[in-house]
């Protein structure tokens, strides 16, 4: 599908459908090895050029499947971060009769993140460092399409009564992230000095142990209702 007009820079308006066969294997490729090159050089440093001759292919076969260097990036994050963003906008907005499952969206968060270990450096590579050049894409695309659904889960369960009624749902949002990202971005640490490897069983045990260790700060007593 290709086109001399310059193509739109959001990946969510320009996919046409996934590739088959050999074509699905070039898109992979080009991900693939722009999520290296990504990491290894940054996003200002790496071209078009290189990341099609990494791939095999041409610069082409970038502007054809995703419009531009930013396309490509963009298409690199939404396949790891968009069937979480759909699974938290769907407990966020669904009835008072359908209470959320607050476990399910901390493990949801955490194995998207275990089964994606470039996820947390590119970000703190390209979003939040102090020249971070994806800022602006990352809030606007995904961070924003997160954070507030996130938040009504949060305010739902006050509500119902399963958190302490002091519990701002804003800054509990902050700390059940803070839970969920940071043990796979100290994993250089933790990983050869506490041997932590949060992979398989582990990592189910230590989804278990956040779970409870984020419930079990906010959650209402039952002989008082709040702290």
Known sequence: RMSSSPQPRRVSTRRPGRPTGGDAAVRDKLLSHARELFLQLGFGNVS?????????T????IHY???????LYEAMIEAVVRPLIEN???LGSGSSHELPDLEAVIGAYM??????P??????IQEVLSRNGR??????EQFASRTAPALVAVLHREREQGKLRADVDPKSAAVSMLSLCVFPFVSLPITGPVLGFRPEGSELDRFISHTTRLFREGIAARPESGHA
């Not at 078009?48 to 095999?56: E, Q």
């Not at 041409?58 to 076969?61: I, R």
């Not at 499947?65 to 396309?71: A, I, P, Q, T, V």
């Not at 470039?118 to 970000?123: D, G, H, M, S, V």
């Open 58 to 61: 041409t610069p082409a076969m």
């Open 118 to 123: 470039w996820f947390p450096a590119l970000i």
């Open 88 to 90: 938290v906008q769907r």
């Open 65 to 71: 499947y995703f419009g531009d260097k930013l396309g």
């Open 134 to 139: 994806m800022r602006e894409q990352f809030i």
């Open 48 to 56: 078009t050029r290189r990341i099609a001759s990494a791939a095999g």
């Open 111 to 116: 194995r998207m993140v275990a089964a994606n």
